[in-house]
C-alpha cells in the first residue's frame, strides 16, 4: 500500500502547480493520473497569458510556481498585448509549443525528489468513519494520505459532442472520471454541470496563408521568468475573419447544435463563448476576429481561436472552407464541447479546503474556472495548504486585495459561480496596484515566509525594490528646468532614459526591469495614491472579523437570505460577507451594530 503526504488527482494545469507547491514544502507528492504520458497536455489553445491571465502567471512565478518557466521554456512567439494602454493591462500572451510544453512539464515535476507518479483512475475518496484517509482506485488499491487534492480538469462525468452525437470522455481520445462525482456528493458537496468546447485543428499545409495578416512575434521577446527560451521568436500567427458565408451556415443548421437543440444541460463559459452563441449573440455584426496559431515547432496542426464549435463534423468542413485563407482547408480534428461535473465553489474555504471534508483540497475547471492560468493558480494555493494539513499547519490564503489570485479565489469561494469563472483585468478593484511587473514585491515576501521561495529570492526582491526607492529620491533631489526631475518624469512624453541624459548621469544606474518600476511609479503616482487610499478604505471593513461559530439566525435585523447564505458561506469578516450575492447594506449594517456589542 502506498502512502503519501499529499495525493493530488489528475495531471492537468492544477495538478501540476498542486503537486510542486507541495513538494517545495517537503511533503511526499503521489500525482495520480491515468496516462502519465498526458502530464501538462494542452487540450485547447497551447498559449499562456494573455490579458487578465498574464497577471495570474506573474503572481504564480512570483509564488515559486512553474507555469511562467514552462511557457518560458517552450515559447514559440510571444507578444505584449495593450502595449498602448496603461500598465494595469498591459499583459504577455506566449504561444507555447504543444508537446514540448508537456514533455517540459513531466521532465521537472518527475524529476523532483518528492513526487511519485501513479498510473491509475481513482474512483472514490477513502474514508474511515468521517475521516479522509486517501483515495481508491477503480482497481481496488487503496493509497493513504493526510490530505487530497482533486484537480480533475473536465473529466468527472465527461461528455463529449459532435452535433446532436456524444460519447462519455474526459476530452477527445481519452475516457472519463467515472465514478469521483458519486464520491464528492457523498461527503456532501453539490455539484455544478458545466460545459466548454475547442475549435477544430487544421492541417498547417492546406491553408493560404497569403490571404491572412501576419501578426509576428516581439523581437527582443518579453518573459514571465526572465529567461528567454530557444525559440521564443520561431514562429509569426496570422488572422482571419468570419464571411457572410460562414454566419448563413451556422444560423441554418443551429438545429443540429446539441446546445440550442436543448442536449447539453452544462452551462457555458459567456466570456469565451462557441462560434454559434458570438453569431447568434452578435447578430448585428458581419463578420468575427480569428486569430490563427500554430500547434507547435513540429506539428502539422494550426488552432483556429475564436472558432469553437459543438456542431456536425461536416458542417464545420464547410464553415471553415467559407473563411480567407481556408477554402481548400483539411481539418486534423473536429471541434467539439464537453460537459462536465463541477463542485460548488461556494462549499470551499478561501484556501480551497472543503468545507464538507476536512483535508479535502479542489482546484482548476473542477472549481467551476476556465483557462490554464486559472486551474494553475488555484492548483498552488491548494497544493500548498495540502501540504501545511498534512504537516499539522494552519490554512493560509491570498486576500482580495493582494492581487489576481486573490480577487478569483475570493470571488470563487463568496459570490459562487453559474458559470464558468474567466479572471478578467476589470474584475480586479486595485489592479494598477496589481500589475505584472510588481508581482514579486507584492508576493515573494509571502511565498518565502510560506516555504515556496528561498530565503535568498526574498533579499535578491528587497535588494531590487531598494534601488528602485533610492532612484526615485535621487530623481526627487535633482533639478530639471526648475522642477525635479521626479516631477519632470511624469510629463507622458519624457522616458526615464531621457531624464537620465538631462540630469548628465553617464549611464542608467538600473537594470531594465528596475528602471521600468521608477518610471511606473512616477508617472502614476497620483493614481496609485488614491488606488492605496481605496485599499485603506476596503482594509477597514476587513478589520471587522466574524466567529466561526457565529450563530446568523440569533442577529437582529439579518434578512433570512442572509442568515442562509452567510451562514453556508462563514466568512471572515464583514468585508467577505459584503461580496456574498444577496447581501444587502441593511445586512451589514446590522453585522457591524451585532459586533459593536459582542463583548471583547
Sequence with gaps: MKVFDVIVVGGGHAGIEAAW?????????????????????????????????????????????????????????TRVLNRSKGPAVQSLRVQVDRDGYALEAQRVLLAHPNIESVRAEVAALWLEGDKLRGVQTVDGRKIVAQAVVVASGTFLQGVVWYGRQSRPAGRQGEPPARFLSESLKAVGHRLLRFKTGTPPRIQADSVDYEQLETVPADDPPETFSGVVGPHATAR????????????????????????????????????????????????????????????????TELYLQGFSSSLPPELQVRM?????????????????????????????????????MPGLFTAGQLNGTSGYEEAAAQGLLAGLNAARYAMGFEEVYLPRDSGYIGVMVDDLVHRGVDEPYRMMTSRVELRLLCRSDNADERLVPLAAAWGLRSQQDLKAVQSKYTRVQNELLRLQNSRIEGVSALQYLRRPEVSYLQVLQQVGYPEAPLDKAEAYQVEVRAKYAGYMERAAKLRER????????????????????????????????????VAEASRVPGIRDSDLTALLVYLTKIPA
Design 538 to 573: 476596503l482594509k477597514e471593513l476587513e478589520a471587522y472579523l466574524l466567529p466561526a461559530t457565529l450563530n446568523y439566525g440569533k442577529i437582529p435585523s439579518l434578512s433570512r437570505e442572509a442568515v442562509e447564505k452567510l451562514g453556508r458561506v462563514r466568512p471572515r469578516s
Design 21 to 77: 507547491a507541495a513538494a517545495r514544502l517537503g511533503a511526499k507528492v503521489g500525482l495520480v493520473t491515468s496516462n502519465p504520458e498526458r502530464i501538462g497536455l494542452m487540450p485547447c489553445n497551447p498559449a499562456v497569458g494573455g490579458p487578465g491571465k498574464s497577471q495570474l502567471v506573474a503572481e504564480i512565478e512570483a509564488l515559486g510556481g512553474l507555469m511562467g518557466k514552462l511557457a518560458d521554456a517552450t515559447a514559440i512567439h
Design 320 to 356: 471553415v472552407q467559407s473563411l480567407p485563407g481556408f477554402e481548400r482547408a483539411i481539418i486534423q480534428r473536429y471541434a467539439y464541447a464537453v460537459e462536465y461535473d463541477a463542485v460548488d465553489p461556494l462549499e470551499l474555504s478561501p484556501g480551497l479546503q472543503s468545507r464538507k
Design 236 to 299: 509569426p500567427t496570422w488572422q482571419t475573419r468570419t464571411t457572410a458565408l460562414t454566419h448563413r451556415l451556422i444560423q441554418e443548421n443551429l438545429h443540429l447544435s446539441p446546445l440550442y437543440g436543448g442536449d447539453i444541460e452544462g452551462v457555458g463559459p459567456r466570456y469565451c463563448p462557441s462560434i454559434e452563441d458570438k453569431v447568434v449573440r452578435f447578430a448585428d455584426k458581419d463578420t468575427h476576429l480569428l486569430f490563427v496559431e500554430p500547434d507547435g515547432l513540429h506539428t
